[in-house]
């Protein structure tokens, strides 16, 4: 064995000093990994026992958890913002629910042209009772049901609208993107609903609303006023649209040309009467994006639906008939 004076030289040799600073940086290194694998482990740790844990939350949740911090706050429920129920929901007060309809009612009438006032004035009208009973007739009707349970969304890409044009000439389809080239209309133009307080009724109604120009489209009816109030009445009786029972009532006097109003009466209202009770389906309940391949002709018989008078020949004629009486 080595004497206490000799370790004492060994350990102060340049070797032993060079070897001992290798092995501390080595060991400190070693140490740090250590720390960096083990601390997560006891932060989270510490945070489960300090009840910081949290699981990253919905939307709906987070709404939901405001409401209760609104109830326990003692605020008065009348003054309570209800909470969010879907991300385009706009939840609304009773009054405010009230406003809205007496402001879309009353912009409707004087201006229907303003996309703004008919969306509110749908939505504002579709009460619970109404969307429970439409959605109880698509949960009684097989093709209803796939639909409830899909949930499709109408926009120009879902329906490959580029293909639609090289469908046969007599197919749905086919029939469909003419009619939207002529109206210059587009499914992407539909509004999303946001006033309905509850999700699954909001899609039923946004359903329809994405469907309003497959209706447009197999009846032939145009987008200019005479063409949706008829088709407003159609939609009434077939489907129960109480948006569409009171543009049937009031719109057409706010129609300027008595002419137009008369062929709505004349023409165009018993039309909408006759093929509404005649029709063999709920329109709601049929899944349009499905049968764009089908002929347009045999679809209409097996709905039972006959076609109006083209509207827009009759204005032209009408248009003809003034000038000529005029000269």
Known sequence: MLSTKASR????????????????????????????AVAPSIDLANKMERNEVHVKKTLNEIELEKHDKLKKSG?????????????????????????LFLGSSIGAFLHPERNEFIVALG????????????????????????????????????LHLDKLKSYPENSFGKCYHDWLIREHCSPDTRVDVK????EELAYIFQRYRQCHDFYHALIG????????????????????IPFGGLGAIFAPWNVKKSSERERLFQVYYPWAL????????NLINIYWEKILEKDVDELRRELNIELPPDMRTLRKKQRQAAKSQGQ
Do not use: W
């Not at 006759?274 to 389906?281: Q, R």
């Open 123 to 158: 939505e504002s009208t579709a009460t619970k009772g109404f969307l429970l009973k439409l959605r109880s007739d698509m949960l009684h009707d097989p093709v209803g049901r796939e639909i409830l349970k899909e949930r499709p969304y109408i926009t120009s890409e879902h």
């Open 75 to 99: 605020v008065p429920k009348s003054f309570k913002r209800p909470p969010k129920l879907y991300p385009n929901h706009v939840p609304l007060f009773t009054y405010e629910k009230l406003l």
């Open 274 to 281: 006759k093929n509404a009770y005649h029709c063999k389906k």
């Open 195 to 198: 006033f309905i307080d509850d």
């Open 221 to 240: 009816l145009p987008v200019f006023r005479e063409g949706e109030i008829a088709l407003k009445l159609f939609e009434y009786l077939n489907i129960g």
């Open 9 to 36: 030289i060994l350990s102060h040799s340049p070797a032993h000093q060079q070897q001992r600073q290798f092995v501390k940086p080595v060991l400190y290194a070693a140490a740090s990994l250590v720390y960096s």
